[in-house]
T-cell receptor
Framework: GAGVSQSPSNKVTEKGKDVELRCDPI?????LYWYRQSLGQGLEFLIY????????KSGLPSDRFSAERTGGSVSTLTIQRTQQEDSAVYLC?????????????FGPGTRLTVL | AQSVSQHNHHVILSEAASLELGCNYS??????LFWYVQYPGQHLQLLLK??????LVKGIKGFEAEFIKSKFSFNLRKPSVQWSDTAEYFC????????????FGPGTRLSVLP
């Protein structure tokens, strides 16, 4: 079946503009995760959804970052007033349930470049 | 705060050599431990995981990892690498009291020469 998909694959934007990144999880997966990978860094946890609610937003780096999930499926990560330090690859993952015994399946990522 | 370190940024081996990639974490409580791999042009995928029980965990493609609680380590090993093992390897830790928050290491790039 289809894996996790993300769009766009690449996004170049100007500093100060807003961007929206989209994640389509595997059908039936109730848990959804967003991560950020900056150049030479490991993956940085941003936020996690169980269904449409986000019990853990602890990783969002600032109030310019927000995320929502609708219908227990698609999620969007929005970055307002982008800054150059927001440039990174944004990865989405989903799992069947939030139980950590369930493997996370990762998407291909969105490469964001803020000029 | 939790943190994960990986000892090597880039490891270069010849085929059939043995591999050990180091991973150390900083958290004193109960942890779940993972190794993920990203092959060139592919998505991150789970290699193996440890939750409890036997500290020697076997994963896919002949990889194994050993959890040593006293050393806060979860090193990845393979007795004989192949060219197809060329990839980036990430160690990840979840401290059970931290819910779903995963902390990943910076990754180790493995290049296997044919």
């Amino acid at each position: 079946g289809a894996g996790v998909s993300q769009s766009p694959s690449n996004k170049v934007t100007e500093k100060g503009k807003d961007v929206e990144l989209r994640c389509d999880p595997i059908s039936g997966h109730t848990a959804l995760y967003w991560y950020r990978q900056s150049l030479g860094q490991g993956l940085e946890f941003l936020i996690y959804f169980q269904g449409n609610s986000a019990p853990d937003k602890s990783g969002l780096p600032s109030d310019r970052f927000s995320a929502e999930r609708t219908g227990g499926s698609v999620s969007t990560l929005t970055i307002q007033r982008t800054q150059q330090e927001d440039s990174a690859v944004y990865l989405c993952a989903s799992s069947l349930a939030p139980d950590l015994y369930n493997e996370q399946f990762f998407g291909p990522g969105t490469r964001l470049t803020v000029l | 705060a939790q943190s994960v370190s990986q000892h090597n940024h880039h490891v270069i081996l010849s085929e059939a050599a043995s591999l050990e990639l180091g991973c150390n974490y900083s958290y004193g409580g109960t942890v779940n431990l993972f190794w993920y791999v990203q092959y060139p042009g592919q998505h991150l995928q789970l290699l193996l995981k440890y939750f409890s029980g036997d500290p020697l965990v076997k994963g896919i493609k002949g990889f194994e990892a050993e959890f040593i609680k006293s050393k806060f380590s979860f090193n990845l090993r393979k007795p004989s690498v192949q060219w197809s093992d060329t990839a980036e390897y990430f160690c990840a830790v979840n401290a059970r009291n931290y819910g779903q928050n995963f902390v990943f290491g910076p990754g180790t790039r493995l290049s296997v020469l044919p």
